[in-house]
């Protein structure tokens, strides 16, 4: 049966904020702020009940950082909004009604809203191939990032046992695939936790078997710093022992093996999939301009263009940025500033006076990202710093962003332990995304998927 959310009180201007992420939950707390009498109903919808703090989630799957340091309750942001606990199932501008299915027990429920705002971000694309999404891991969730974890271990403790010498090459081989932030950033997290673990703790395992691989479709790594610290970068990555493939795809994969674009097969037992990313197919189905990778057009006051009293931002909106004529890239940092402007101009339509609203313009004070152990690269007000203080930078910038004293602390205090003590080789619970089938010999799906039967495919 379907419901009407009890909470809503038909005398109130009701705004309903669509996804917790940086976009929703800075767009709640700003409002808060604006609307701080009782005269607003806002209320947060997400099907998780945690902020993810999504920068710091590599370091979760290196062990660096617990799970619970980087999620902060929905509910602590709650001072006069009400937050629901639901998976969004479809949207309806044009009667102002969504659709939502409580997480607990699926009951359907219909949420009624005066002001929408979308802030649903972004989804993996494996660009149609069902083998990558079936054998990738991704670097997105909290589940992601202990899956990866816990998986990474559990190679490292077969090859410990496996006695044939390819095999144990094969399971000692971890693909990433992207060259942009999280790509890198989980490539360089697991990269220095396998080679710290397997000196301490594997005896059987030498640690130069090791191979992290990570595949860049582009001519180059992080384009988001800039072609210059991108160079930086890349040299620092491949210095520290992680191969980097330039202009290359990876087009399919099976339990085993990767298949290249120039029809190379890397036997290997770990695909990380960081390759691009796609809106929600909710946000797809709504009828309303579309722009780059599915994102929705928005005028420069963050709404959309028909629908004046719907606001779409973060990873789902589409903004040029009339600098650079280019589409504002799907980051944290431009979330939060529209949060910001998307909450002013939310409050302007609410009082009636339009003339209070306010263009999003983003002026980019930097750009930073770790790409070692102790080592980053930052662009910073026109400066492009690279090594341990960009990596000092990056740890103090992004610890600064953390929402509360509390996890401020926490992640404080396990950074300092881990200048002191190694990072443990525990498994965390028992989230198993991907099971590997017995290794017995050698890639032998691999074959099935060469992209060009006519030539042998080269295997790495
Ligand atoms: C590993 C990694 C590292 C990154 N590093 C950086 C970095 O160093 N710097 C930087 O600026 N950016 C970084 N980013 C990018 C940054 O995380 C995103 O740009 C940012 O999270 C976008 O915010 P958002 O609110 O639009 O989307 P999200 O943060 O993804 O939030 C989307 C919200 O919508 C909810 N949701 C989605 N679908 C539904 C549904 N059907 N029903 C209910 N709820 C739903 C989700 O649960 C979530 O709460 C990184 C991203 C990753 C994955």
Redesign the pocket.
Known sequence: MIRKFGTQNPAKTKILI????????NVLRELQKQFKKNDVEITL????NF??F??M??EVSSGMLHPSDITTPIRSFCKTANFCH????SIDIDNKHVF?TRIFDQKETILEYDYLVL????KDNFFGNAHIEEFAFT??TLEDAIAIRNHVIGVLECADQERDQILQEQLLRFIVVGGG??GI??ATEIHHFLKDATKRYYKNIDPKKIRTIVVSAREGILPEVGDELGKFALDYVRKSGIEVITNTKAVDAGEDHVLLSDNTIIPCATLIW?GGVIV?P?ISALKCEHGQSGRLVVDQYMRLQVHPNVFA????ANLVDNKTNSVYP??????IRQAKIVSENLAASIIGNVNLMKPFLYHNKG???TIGKRIGVAFLNGKKIHGFSAWVLWRSF?WSHLPTREKKIKVGIDWLLSLVFRADIMTVGFIKKKTLSRLETPMSSALEHSVDHSQNPSYL
Do not use: H
């Open positions: 669509l996804g917790g992420g940086f976009a929703g939950s919808v997400s099907q998780d902020f993810l999504t920068p989630l590599p639901a998976k969004i199932i939502v802030a649903l971000g972004s670097i997105k932030f999280a950033e989980i960081a929600d909710l931002l973060g990873d789902c799907t980051t944290a940092q431009i979330a750009v930073m990202a992004y």
